[in-house]
């Protein structure tokens, strides 16, 4: 398989503060990984956005049901 076809992973990675260092420097080593530091806030949104794509797909699948907009207005 050539590579210019293999898709990269993105992963979200939860690192102590004390050994956040070590770690970059760690994956900044390695010349097939590119590396970006987040925000805290950013890192959160995108969690809850992979929550959330998880549910819709869940219940695509009909292993959830999802609440009505009728429902979500009603509790604002």
Request: charged fraction near 35%; aromatic fraction near 4%; avoid cysteine.
């Amino acid at each position: 398989m050539s590579e210019a076809k293999v898709k990269p992973m993105k992963v979200l990675l939860d690192i102590k503060d004390n050994k956040a260092d070590f770690v970059m420097e760690l994956l900044q080593s390695l010349s097939f990984v590119k590396t970006e530091a987040i925000s805290a806030s950013k890192a959160r949104f995108l969690k809850e956005l992979k929550q959330s794509i998880d549910e819709v797909n869940l219940a695509k699948e009909g292993k959830i049901k999802l609440r009505s907009a009728d429902q979500l207005i009603d509790e604002l």
